[in-house]
């Protein structure tokens, strides 16, 4: 099992910045890649980004890319989600979730873990 805990969301208004963590525990060693993905009210579970922890490569949504970072520090088993430029429509909860197969995907099926989530609240 793997645990994951998200922080860091809040208020912010449009143009403004937060950094989401993810603390992830237990069987970390099984985790190949970490993903976010939101999900706003009435609205599907989306995926916003990806990276591997071991070399770091990611992959993003096209709704965020050029305005979120994700990275890791794969020693402490933290990843992060640096969120700039934001507006009104990133307002949903995050989730960060653990992946345990080879290959960074967008799918919420393919993830095995998932944090609790924490709320991102973008006011206009």
């Known amino acids: 099992q793997v645990q994951l805990v998200e922080s860091g969301g809040g208020l912010v208004q449009a143009g403004g910045s937060l950094r989401l963590s993810c603390a992830a525990s237990?069987?970390?060693?099984?985790?190949?890649?970490m993903g976010w993905f939101r999900q706003a009210p009435g609205k599907e579970r989306e995926f916003v980004a990806a990276?591997?922890?071991?070399?770091?490569?990611?992959y993003y949504a096209d709704s965020v890319k050029g305005r979120f970072t994700i990275s890791r520090d794969s020693a402490k088993k933290l990843g992060y989600l640096q969120m700039n430029s934001l507006k009104p429509e990133d307002t949903a909860v995050y989730y960060c979730?653990?992946?345990?197969?080879?290959?960074?995907?967008?799918?919420?099926?393919?993830?095995?873990?998932w944090g609790q989530g924490t709320q991102v609240t973008v006011s206009s």
């Open positions: 990276i591997k922890w071991s070399g770091g490569s990611t």
């Open positions: 237990g069987r970390t060693f099984s985790s190949y890649a």
């Open positions: 979730a653990s992946r345990n197969t080879i290959g960074l995907v967008t799918t919420q099926t393919g993830y095995d873990y």
